[in-house]
């Protein structure tokens, strides 16, 4: 497969009916001297004056975050900063080449430079979200790499990397195995992968399969026991497995906000018994792991 060619031809998406708009009005912002602080909010200060709340709301739905900028908080439907925060135990992130698959608008990859890495590089194949990250870096100015590719093109990339995260994203994969394989072959010999998904109690290796969705969601295949789960990282080539940490998802952390449209947490969960989703199946839980590529 030829990344560069992949890249290019991607870059035309920023030309769609839906993209142009907000290209056109990341191209017209200024220049501004500012300062950033990477806490739970990654903010973005100036002592200049700077209205940025329309270009910011032309970028709706924003799932992950907060950010403040200048005097407009981007109050996101997920605070991301209670995922990462549980996880930050975990890593130590220093001289490493890091990547974060489905990164989003890259508000994990903005606080990771707080470990001062040698390299961050962000695969996610929305041009939407691609183009949250650059209006953010406008200001922040990183050299955080993203890339508009998606997890099936790790193990063509250029670059190998000594830490992977990838968060939220096995769910959505109709073959898990696959894409468990896919980040074994993007790292490289003594890396690691730090994970998470949906969870399913109990002491079997066995898998949810939602009928047509989960918790709302459509494109869920698999919610395995972390039995299942594991079985699946040894038979991608991983020679250990770590659990981390569990948790439940509720709605201090995912919830509805005027910077999306539609639905959220609440409007997912049977409305008589929250530990139910509306589909009947139990209510969303994450199990987080460490992947080691090669112990010895
Ligand atoms: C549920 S979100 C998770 C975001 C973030 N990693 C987190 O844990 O908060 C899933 C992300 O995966 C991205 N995505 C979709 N298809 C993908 C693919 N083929 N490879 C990598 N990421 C993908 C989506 O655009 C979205 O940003």
């Not at 996101?76 to 608008?105: M, Q």
């Amino acid at each position: 497969m030829n990344i560069e060619q992949l890249r290019e031809d991607r870059q035309k998406w920023m030309t769609w009916k839906n993209i142009k708009p907000l290209r056109d009005a990341l191209d017209k912002l200024q220049e501004i001297e500012c300062s950033v602080e990477l806490g739970d909010v990654v903010k973005i200060t100036s002592e200049d004056a700077y209205d940025v709340e329309d270009t910011a709301r032309m970028m709706m739905p924003w799932r992950k975050g907060p950010f403040q900028i200048f005097d407009t908080f981007i109050d996101t439907e997920w605070k991301s900063n209670i995922k990462y925060n549980l996880l930050r135990p975990y890593f130590n992130l220093k001289d490493k080449r890091v990547a974060d698959i489905g990164c989003n608008n890259g508000y994990y990859l903005f606080r990771m430079q707080e470990d001062s890495p040698k390299s961050l590089v962000g695969f996610d194949p929305s041009p939407l979200y691609k183009t949250q990250f650059d209006f953010i870096n406008h200001f922040v100015k990183s050299d955080i790499v993203y890339e508009l590719l998606g997890v099936e093109h790790l193990e063509f990339y250029e670059e190998k990397f000594d830490t992977i995260f990838c968060l939220g994203v096995l769910y959505h994969r109709s073959d898990p195995v696959a894409m468990l394989k896919q980040l074994f072959k993007g790292l490289d010999k003594k890396g690691e992968v730090i994970l998470d998904t949906f969870y399913i109690e109990g002491d079997d290796e066995m898998c949810l399969c939602p009928a047509s969705s989960y918790s709302k969601i459509p494109n869920i295949y698999f919610v395995p026991t972390i039995k299942a789960l594991k079985h699946w990282c040894l038979r991608a080539g991983f020679s250990e497995f770590e659990v981390l940490e569990v948790s439940k998802t509720d709605a201090s952390e995912q919830r509805k906000t005027d910077w999306i449209e539609g639905q959220s947490l609440e409007d997912f969960l049977d409305p008589e018994d929250s530990t139910k989703t509306v589909e009947g199946y139990p209510a969303p839980a994450r199990v987080y792991v460490r992947l080691i590529k090669d112990k010895k």
